[in-house]
Nanobody
Framework: HVQLVESGGGSVQDGGSLRLSCVAS????????MAWFRQIPGKEREQVAY???????TYADSVKGRFTIWKDVGLKTLYLQMNNLKPEDAAMYYC?????????????WGQGTQVTVS
């Protein structure tokens, strides 16, 4: 049974920073593709950061240069460092993982952690 549990959300001021964590259980993160998404009520879910098997990362244009995704396989944790936060970054943030990278969807999702920027 795969479980992803996010933490680290909270309320920060404009320009502040947060680090989100996603601990995986029942899931070997090594060589896997994982991502962070965010969603505002009434809007579509947006992929903000993605990391693939060789560690290559991609980011949404809106967060490039401010957000960093990485994973610690030994700690079974996916991270998202968010710097210079803006009010438009406020959302529920979710981590997601593919069963295998060649799948075209994310099979596993966390419950989300709320980020508020004022």
């Amino acid at each position: 049974h795969v479980q992803l549990v996010e933490s680290g959300g909270g309320s920060v001021q404009d320009g502040g920073s947060l680090r989100l964590s996603c601990v995986a259980s029942g899931y070997n993160m090594e060589g896997k593709c994982m991502a962070w998404f965010r969603q505002i009520p009434g809007k579509e879910r947006e992929q903000v950061a993605y990391i693939v098997t060789d560690g290559t990362t991609t980011y949404a244009d809106s967060v490039k240069g401010r957000f960093t995704i990485w994973k610690d396989v030994g700690l079974k944790t996916l991270y998202l460092q968010m710097n210079n936060l803006k009010p438009e970054d406020a959302a529920m943030y979710y981590c997601a993982a593919r069963f295998i990278c060649r799948e075209d969807f994310f099979r596993y999702w966390g419950q989300g952690t709320q980020v508020t920027v004022s």
